[in-house]
């Protein structure tokens, strides 16, 4: 307040100074400072080998010149506002030479290297340019051949000077911080820890090169030392997180980064920070935590990590009751470390061992103004952490990842693919310096990164490798269409000669035909005549066959009155026994009535009819003799044949007794009754049987007579059946033959429409049949040429979007196609990004959907159709917007981060494939969508899902994103230029002249406009439909209707 707020000042008035007690702290001098740091080093080097002891002071007096030499050359500013060097570089120096141990360090030249890795660490990673970091080795060799000029130069300097703890191991097995002599060693392991890392962790696509190596190493130093903490600085898609990751799995530590979401705030910060604090402080597990500037949603959130770092003390994370939590959890092991264990230092041991444990690793982006802010409001993002500062990639790393990726691509030279590596270098390298030339001139703001030499890479080789196959596709339908017009060509004359040959066979098998006819007409005529006359004797059978029926029936329906007396008289019998019998036959005297019925019985069963003269009781039971015979005699009687006088003189002398009665006889013997019943219902089967005996006869005769007259009538039906088969047969080879001659006739008519299609085809595709040949001899030579046509329509889709019309025009053709030629990659004269991005078919699409016709918008959409990586359009005047909605109509889903809750729509779309646009962003986008602009999808299974905060969505393959600024000139920062293709949209002044003449042509006479726009629109329409036809055509030539041609 008592300041001038409108200039800057640096003198603070006395009515404000009156307020505070003001201390100034000085640097300490120099033998101060060499007292402190020789007794430390010198200290610990006494143990060493005498010769390496030795170089105690001398390491300790390089060290403080070196430290006055770089405070007094490279002095803080805005931009190097990190440039504070102070009594922790010394310390950080010492730190590092005091890890050496006596049996990796036995001579002078190891211990001199180290100094030299020790400083290089702690000040030449901190540089921020080039420029200073050789100022800074100027002077460090300078001091190195002052204070170690006993030692060879050449072997004290000699590259690469590399030490890592994790390569060698002391007599513990724990890392020994040794130098490692190589990279190809370097390599080796590190690629080995990487697989080791991708076996268990997302996969990492590293290429290994020796900047790459020289960071992991770095990473690792500064987390493998006691409350190590790392400040990684450097422009989006440097690898940073990446390469954190890769080091902290090499240091056996776990890896913590917190998942951001719409709601995620302090109160979800605070929680992490806690779960952090209880696993390093109580378990004692070592970890780090992994945070990047985007994922600072919120300024407060460095007031913790401002307190982590300093102190490691941050007074509102916890409550009393989890500090005493805390304090308890840690007692033991307090105590055992002997000391006591009072509050105070229960808390003290906790903090200190939290951090040992918890190792913060910040990723920071250089741009802007974010970083130096951050710095000045919280000086422990810079005092108490390590900084290694991500240096662009030299060229050697440029060309060394174009030959890592390269080397895949099949069918590639070897001094072509070298020639295609250096051309990737130099065409990342031409647009770093356009976009400081396009920032010098125009103001606007484009960055490279890592991230975009590497989708340029990537997208080069699936452009490629489309393209060929594109290629190959076109190539074999023209061929195919030529071949299948000089197969129709060749064709013609053959036909016509089949043609005459099948006419021949059809009059032929006409003349077949008619004979046949006239021959079945003779043989049906016999037929019908033999037909004729069997239907006579046909309907004498039947009336014969029905007299016989109805006699046959009569005659069954008299038997059925049989049955009933004879099931009587089998039932008498059966009432027999054989004890009942022999109690009859034992009889001297039978009662009355019983010797009649042993007479009737002897009667009846008289053999030949000839009846005894003698049936007096005696002799009844001679005749019945042994009984079971006589009861056999009985059951076997032959009841149809029984002699007239026998029953005759039965029915006479006994059946009209009235005690010859079976229910009488019942009462004087069970044997005698029954064989009464025997006799008297044969005697009733007899007389009925007379009647029915000689209908039997004549029923025999009817019979005889039908099966002769069926047996007549069986031949007339043999042989009627004989002629009509004959016939049948004659119609058969009938049919077969109308079959063959009309199967020759219609196979004459296709012959004959075949060759009209022929001539038709030959004489109306003569024109294309032309093209198409020169198109295929085009088509040979420009697969040769794809790898370099392919090459520039890659670069200028990967970095081409930014830039306006006369900055395209100068990367295409002062910078890439010059060297192209130079290094003679083949490529198609007068090459152009549009002939292999787009052709008229699409472009005409582009206009009919409402993409202007200007050259600029039409090479952004060239650019939108074949990127990788979503699109940001830089479209203040709305054009490429109002071209998206046109595309997609009502599918497309319109939203602004405005909007309450807007992840859910995002989250819709992505599940369901729904094309997205995201329009009016400012210059920054929420953290929280760094998963959808980076495309970075995780594969479960099957499914493919995308993380949003803390749940998953499936991805839908279909889903499309469009993210849309009305910013004229924004600037973005690296990371989001990595993750997206800006596109400007920005109008040209070639555009503004075209739209402000529509206008006026509009206003003065519309009919002419409405004219124009309906004839750009069918010029548009008549192109599109002239491909598709062309398309369809390529398509059935091969494949005609019915799989014939």
């Known amino acids: 307040a008592c300041m001038n707020p409108t200039a800057g000042s640096f003198n603070i008035t006395p009515r404000m100074q009156r307020h505070f007690v003001t201390l100034a702290v000085q640097m300490p001098g120099k033998d101060v400072i060499r007292s402190v740091f020789a007794q430390i080093i010198e200290g610990h080097l006494s143990s060493f080998d005498p010769d390496v002891g030795k170089y105690g002071s001398k390491i300790t007096d390089a060290l403080i010149e070196l430290h006055g030499s770089v405070a007094n050359t490279f002095l803080p500013s805005a931009v190097k506002f990190h440039y504070q060097w102070n009594l922790r570089e010394l310390s950080n120096v010492t730190q590092g030479i005091c890890r050496a141990l006596p049996e990796f360090y036995a001579d002078p030249v190891t211990l001199c290297r180290l100094w030299i890795h020790e400083v290089e660490r702690v000040f030449s990673d901190r540089m921020v340019h080039q420029t200073d970091i050789t100022k800074f080795d100027e002077m460090r ?47 080796k392991t590190l690629v080995e820890k990487l697989n080791e890392h991708n076996e268990s962790n997302a996969v990492m696509d590293l290429v290994l090169f020796e900047q790459a190596m020289d960071h992991v190493t770095r990473v690792t130093r500064i987390l493998d030392l006691p409350r190590g903490n790392a400040m990684l600085v450097g422009v989006g898609g440097s690898g940073k997180q990446s390469l954190a990751k ?88 307090c105590k055992g470390a002997g000391i006591i264990d009072s509050p105070e ?395 063959d001659k009309n199967n020759a006739i219609a196979a004459a008519e296709k012959t004959q429409a075949k060759a009209n299609l022929a001539d038709r085809l030959v004489n109306g595709l003569s024109g294309e049949n032309k093209r198409w040949g020169e198109a295929i001899e085009a088509f040979g030579v420009a697969e040769a040429k794809l790898v370099g046509d392919v090459l520039v329509g890659s670069s200028f889709v990967s970095y081409a979007g930014p830039f306006n019309t006369k900055f395209r025009e100068f990367l295409v053709n002062e910078k890439w196609l010059p060297d192209m030629i130079e290094r003679a990659i083949p490529m198609t004269q007068g090459v152009t990004p549009l002939d292999v991005l787009s052709n008229p078919g699409m472009r005409a699409a582009w206009g009919i959907e409402g993409l202007p016709t200007d050259p600029l918008s039409v090479e952004n959409g060239a650019i939108m159709t074949s990127a990788a990586r979503w699109a940001l359009m830089i479209d203040p005047q709305l054009q490429g917007i109002k071209w998206i909605k046109e595309k997609w109509g009502d599918k497309l889903k319109i939203i602004q981060l405005s909007k309450p809750n807007y992840i859910a729509d995002v989250e819709h779309c992505i599940e369901n494939g729904v094309p997205l ?15 959808v602009v980076a495309r970075q999808t995780i594969k479960r299974g099957r499914n493919v899902v995308m993380k949003l905060g803390d749940s998953e969505v499936d991805y839908d393959p279909n889903f499309k994103l469009y993210l849309q600024t009305k910013l004229s000139n924004p600037h973005y920062k690296p990371e989001i230029a990595a993750q997206t293709t800006l596109v400007n949209f920005c109008v040209t002044e070639k555009g503004l002249e075209d739209q402000l003449l529509a206008l006026v042509v509009e206003k003065e006479r519309f009919d002419l406009q409405q004219q124009s726009s309906d004839l750009v629109r069918q010029l548009g329409e008549y192109t599109v439909q002239i491909t598709k036809l062309e398309d369809n055509l390529l398509f059935r030539l091969p494949h005609p209707p019915g799989g014939n041609f």
């Not at 003390?313 to 939590?325: G, R």
């Open 141 to 187: 060799v300078a001091v190195t051949k002052k204070y170690f000029a006993d030692e060879n130069q050449e072997e004290v300097e000699s590259r690469p000077i590399s030490y890592n703890a994790f390569m060698k191991f002391d007599s513990n097995d724990e890392g020994a911080f040794c130098e490692c002599a190589t990279y190809e060693k370097l390599n």
């Open 246 to 333: 890769l080091a902290t799995f090499i240091c056996q530590y776990d890896v913590f980064q917190i998942s951001v979401t719409s709601s995620y705030g302090m109160a979800d910060f605070k929680a992490d920070l806690l779960s952090l604090y209880i696993k390093a402080g109580v378990k004692g597990n070592p970890v780090t935590f992994l945070m990047t500037d985007g994922q600072i949603i919120d300024e407060r959130f460095l007031v913790y990590i401002n307190d982590l770092l300093s102190s490691g003390y941050i007074p509102d994370l916890m409550t009393n009751e989890e500090k005493d939590e805390m304090c308890n959890a840690v007692r033991n092991e």
């Open 345 to 739: 230092n229960l808390w003290d041991f906790f903090l200190d061992k939290v951090r040992k444990y918890l190792h913060v690793c910040l990723c920071f982006s250089p741009v802007g103004d974010k970083f130096r802010i951050r710095a000045r409001n919280f000086p422990a993002l810079i005092n108490c952490t390590v900084i290694d500062w991500f240096q662009p990639w030299p060229h050697e790393a440029l060309v060394s990842v174009a030959g890592r990726f390269l080397a895949e691509i099949p069918d590639i030279e070897p001094e072509l693919l070298e020639n295609l590596q250096f051309h990737c270098a130099f065409t990342h390298t031409a647009v770093n310096d356009a976009s400081i030339k396009y920032l010098e001139e125009d103001r606007r703001y484009n960055y490279t990164t890592p991230k975009s030499y590497l989708e340029l890479i990537s997208l080069y080789k699936d452009m490629l490798a489309a393209k060929r196959s594109e290629l190959k596709q076109a190539k074999e339908r023209l061929e195919n269409g030529v071949d299948k017009i000089a197969q129709a060509s060749a064709q013609v004359a053959d036909l016509q000669v089949n043609l005459k040959e099948e006419q021949i066979i059809v009059e032929e098998k006409k003349a077949n035909t008619d004979a046949l006819i006239v021959s079945i007409g003779k043989e049906k005529a016999i037929v019908d005549e033999a037909v004729e006359s069997a239907s006579g004797d046909e309907a004498e059978c039947a009336q014969i066959a029905e007299e016989v029926s109805a006699f046959q029936a009569e005659c069954e329906e008299d038997l059925k009155a049989a049955e009933p007396i004879i099931q009587a008289a089998e039932a008498a019998l059966n009432s027999l026994d054989k004890k009942a019998l022999g109690e009859l036959k034992s009889l001297s005297t039978p009662p009355a009535g019983v010797d009649d019925v042993a007479s009737a019985c002897m009667i009846l069963c008289a053999p030949k009819g000839k009846i005894p003269k003698d049936i007096s009781w005696n002799a009844c039971k001679k005749f019945m003799g042994s009984v079971d015979k006589f009861l056999s005699d009985l059951i076997n009687f032959d009841k149809d044949n029984t002699p007239l006088n026998c029953v005759e003189k039965v029915e006479k002398d006994y059946l009209g007794k009235e005690n010859f009665n079976p229910e009488i006889i019942m009462g004087k013997s069970s044997a005698a009754a029954g064989l009464c019943s025997w006799v008297i219902n044969i005697c009733k089967y007899f007389r009925i049987y007379q009647v029915v005996a000689p209908k039997r006869k004549l029923l025999a005769e009817a019979n005889e007579k039908l099966d002769a007259a069926n047996t007549k009538l069986s031949g007339i039906r043999a042989k009627v059946a004989e002629l009509q088969a004959r016939v049948a047969s004659l119609e058969e080879n009938l049919m077969a033959a109308t079959e």
């Open 917 to 931: 646009m995201i329009e009016n962003l400012q210059d920054d986008i929420d953290a929280v969508l760094d998963p």
